[in-house]
C-alpha cells in the first residue's frame, strides 16, 4: 500500500518560514520524480516544486528564489523549504509521485497552509 504523509504545515506569519515534509512508503523512492502542489480557495490546484529521480529541479515562477524542494534517498522523504511566504500562498498543499518509467502517480492527502497578513 502506497502512503505519501506530509508534515510541516500550519500557520505562518507573511514573512515568514515552514519546511515541509513528505514521507513516501509503498514505492522505491528513489525511482519516482517528486512534486510538490497546492490548491488555495477556488483556485486550481498548481504545481509549486519538482524534484526529479536525478535531483534536478523545477519551481513556479512565482516561487523561485524563495521555495527549495529536496530529497533524501534514504529517508525516502522529500522536503519543501518555503521562505519569504506571502498571504497569498495560503492553500492545502499535497506532495505527489511520479514513477520515472510508469508514471504511475500517488497523491498525499494534503495539508493546509495559512500565511497570515
Known amino acids: 500500500q502506497v502512503q505519501l504523509v506530509e508534515s510541516g504545515g500550519g500557520l505562518v506569519q507573511a514573512g515568514g518560514s515552514l519546511r515541509l515534509s513528505c514521507a513516501a512508503s509503498?514505492?522505491?523512492?528513489?525511482?519516482?520524480?517528486m512534486g510538490w502542489f497546492r490548491q488555495g480557495p477556488g483556485k486550481q490546484r498548481e504545481l509549486v516544486a519538482v524534484?526529479?529521480?536525478?535531483?534536478?529541479?523545477n519551481y513556479a515562477d512565482s516561487v523561485k528564489g524563495r521555495f527549495t524542494v529536496s530529497r533524501d534517498n534514504a529517508k525516502n522523504t522529500v522536503y519543501l523549504q518555503m521562505n519569504g511566504l506571502k498571504s497569498e500562498e495560503t492553500a492545502v498543499y499535497y506532495c505527489?509521485?511520479?514513477?520515472?518509467?510508469?508514471?504511475?502517480?500517488?497523491w498525499g492527502q494534503g495539508f493546509q497552509v495559512t500565511v497570515s497578513s
Open positions: 524534484i526529479t529521480t536525478e535531483g534536478n529541479t
Open positions: 505527489r509521485s511520479s514513477h520515472r518509467i510508469t508514471g504511475a502517480m500517488y
Open positions: 509503498g514505492i522505491i523512492f528513489r525511482n519516482n520524480h
